[in-house]
């Protein structure tokens, strides 16, 4: 089933427990090991893979076992600097170190000397 505007919130919440049962399976763990790396209860695993509402917090411990977290980079793109950051940055432009051969000019022309003969 893929996941669309036109499910219901819990047809989504039963979805993603299904896929997260099966991803539990493949790795393969047991519902209480699952619980046991996450730092969550048994009680909360089941409750997200048969689609019931459990805190953020449990299923990002859930989803950072099973090496799913990645998948919230699907959501959005990461967030850029922001328009102030760009003003800043526009004022300040980088100037580039000159190059040796440049000074090696100076230095041919003019011979180094001490300084103190007159």
Do not use: Y
Request: net charge positive; charged share 35%; aromatic share 2%.
């Amino acid at each position: 089933m893929n996941l669309d505007t036109s499910l219901t919130d819990s047809a989504v919440l039963e979805e993603l427990g299904k896929r997260l049962a099966r991803a539990r399976i493949a790795a393969p763990l047991t519902q209480a090991e699952l619980a046991d790396r996450a730092a969550v209860g048994k009680r909360t695993v089941e409750r997200i893979e048969t689609g019931k509402s459990v805190q953020l917090i449990s299923l990002i411990r859930v989803l950072r076992v099973l090496d799913l977290l990645e998948a919230f980079d699907a959501i959005g793109p990461e967030e850029g600097p922001s328009p102030m950051e760009m003003l800043e940055r526009r004022g300040k432009v980088r100037r580039r170190v000159s190059s040796r051969s440049s000074r090696a000019k100076n230095v041919a022309e003019k011979p180094w000397a001490w300084g103190d003969e007159r």
